[in-house]
């Protein structure tokens, strides 16, 4: 069904696409891709793998890695979905603080407050952290102390995206758990506030590398899970954004009556718990929640391309998985660096820190 004449409230500035113009983009979108098909298996496109990680990476050493956590965070999902949001935004906040390290997980620092106490990180939740170590003791007793807790957190994201509804892509593995915290201030340097404009979001994931086509893309994560009144009542209070459908400012008001409440409400109102493309009709609706997320369709930088999301969810599907790759790889430790952590949340004690000699593509790991 086409949802430009169905779902789609049409609002003032919305571009109605046509069908030449999509293929154009289509097109476009593939061209700059520097097209990778890792094999006839893989139905995305991928970016180049950074050295050292590759799809097949735990083949011999952990065959059942992928079907474990899988078959753990189905049976999770189960009880309670919400999780997924959860390990999703787990995986963006390892990447963009140091990498995709494994970082995010470590209790305690070497001197003052540790990663997870910094502001952004303050709601994540409990739960994700929990079902990764969860995770991490079903694989060691299946595989050994093989597989890093970086790993676990980006096949974890994939999972909920994929049982939330959305693509079942492949996530390159051989990720090296860091053995340094991150301190509060790059987690408040590199975590965007909600309260970001495009043109802040454009320079901050330009730093890591990442374009306009990645922020729109990876945006479209908040398709699922909850934000705390905190987040977005700079647009309630004092006074009311105007740029807010009012219908849906109106529900905001009855979740968040006054400042500083801790109630949380939905981040996609269309479909909260599941992976689609309705965030970006959101957009078009003005019912985006963040001003980071509503100023994607007021800055005409990134309202073509959530345009075309909102009316192609195959192409978003396709540029979330080409920009979770390139999220997925941030500075990521490979070979002989970092460790095999024993334990997500502590760094190796020194009698049992030198792990492995990583051996080819296996990634075999034995102690020293
Ligand atoms: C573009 C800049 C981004 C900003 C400013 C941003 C900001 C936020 C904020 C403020 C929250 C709600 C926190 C709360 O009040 O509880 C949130 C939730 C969330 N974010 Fe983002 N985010 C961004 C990008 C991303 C990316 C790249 C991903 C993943 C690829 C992501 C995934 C999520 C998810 C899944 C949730 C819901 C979490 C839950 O239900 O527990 N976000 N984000």
Known sequence: MNKAGSILRP??????LTAPALMAYNLLFLLSCIAFVSSSSHAYVYPPLVEGLSFTFYKSTCPDLESIVRSYLEQLFQSDISVASGLLRLHFHDCFVQGCDGSILLDGSFSGPDEKDATPNLTLRPAAFKAINELQTLITQACGPV???????????????????????????GRRDGLSYATMEEVLSFIPPPTSNVTDLIDLFGKLDLDAY??????????????HCASFENRLFPAQDPTLDQTFAENLYLTCPVANTSNTTVLDVRSPDAFDDEYYVDLLNRQGLFTSDQGLYTDARTQPTVTVFAVDQSL????FVYSMTKMGQLSVLTGDQGEIRKNCSAINAVDDFLWSVVDGDGGESKLL
Do not use: M, N
């Not at 609002?11 to 109605?16: C, E, F, H, K, R």
């Not at 597989?147 to 593995?173: F, K, M, N, Q």
């Open 214 to 227: 990645d922020l729109v893309s990876l945006s479209g994560a908040h398709t699922i899970g909850i934000a």
């Open 316 to 319: 978003f599907f396709e540029k």
């Open 147 to 173: 597989v890093s807790c970086a790993d676990i957190t980006a096949l974890a994201a994939r999972d909920s995206v994929r049982l939330s509804g959305g693509p079942d892509y492949e996530v390159p593995l």
């Open 11 to 16: 609002v003032p500035g919305t571009i109605s």
